[in-house]
Structures are given as structure tokens and as C-alpha cells.
Nanobody, 120 residues
Framework: VQLQAYGGGSVQPGGSLRLSCAAS????????MAWYREAPGKERELVAMITSRNYTNYAESVKGRFTISRDNAKNTMYLQMNSLKPEDAAVYFCNANIVVPGYFAGMDYWGKGTQVTVSS
């Protein structure tokens, strides 16, 4: 099983980006999916999460600006980021709890990060 995150880039403050995270491999079910970010000198923090039934939760700092969603048929998660601020700049990582065939419990998988830069 692999997670591949993409869609990062460089934008000016107030701009938008859409991140995607696709899971591939032998997958029975994907439970919770989430985006984390890690800025230089800071700990990795949870940005947003979404359950298999589309219950969502966001960090206070991104509420109203970011929207997490998923397409279960494509095993893909998205993060629409609007009104980006310089403090949103970080490496963004996707995380998913995935159940593989033959197992009942899921395991956490991480994708490689994608860089988001916000500067004028």
C-alpha cells in the first residue's frame, strides 16, 4: 500500500491550492484519512481529518479556509486550501488508516510530503 500526495506549490497570500492524496495497492477499506503539516522548527500538526462517512474535523487555524473531502471510489482525499496565509507554509503529509485483505484492523500509512509555500 502506498500513499501519494501531490498538488503543492508556491502561491501568494490570499491564494488557493488543492492537494490530493491517492492510496494505491491492495486495499479492503480506508478508515480515517487526514492531512498533517510540518513547518520548519515546528512539530507536525493535524490540519484536517475525515472519516469514511465524511465526518470532518479541522484545526482551529484553518477552519473556514480549508476543506477536506474524499472520493472513496478512487481511494483519494483532497484538501482545498483557500485564503492562504504565510503561516500555512509547510510540508503537508497525508495519512490514512487502511485495512488490507486478510486483516480486520487497519494500519496507519503516510505519504511523502508535498511543499506548500506562501509568500509575496
Amino acid at each position: 500500500v502506498q500513499l501519494q500526495a501531490y498538488g503543492g506549490g508556491s502561491v501568494q497570500p490570499g491564494g488557493s491550492l488543492r492537494l490530493s492524496c491517492a492510496a494505491s495497492g491492495s486495499i479492503s477499506r480506508i478508515n480515517i484519512m487526514a492531512w498533517y503539516r510540518e513547518a520548519p522548527g515546528k512539530e507536525r500538526e493535524l490540519v484536517a481529518m475525515i472519516t469514511s462517512r465524511n465526518y470532518t474535523n479541522y484545526a482551529e487555524s484553518v477552519k473556514g479556509r480549508f476543506t477536506i473531502s474524499r472520493d472513496n471510489a478512487k481511494n483519494t482525499m483532497y484538501l482545498q486550501m483557500n485564503s492562504l496565509k504565510p503561516e500555512d507554509a509547510a510540508v503537508y503529509f497525508c495519512n490514512a488508516n487502511i485495512v488490507v485483505p486478510g486483516y480486520f484492523a487497519g494500519m496507519d500509512y503516510w505519504g511523502k510530503g508535498t511543499q506548500v509555500t506562501v509568500s509575496s
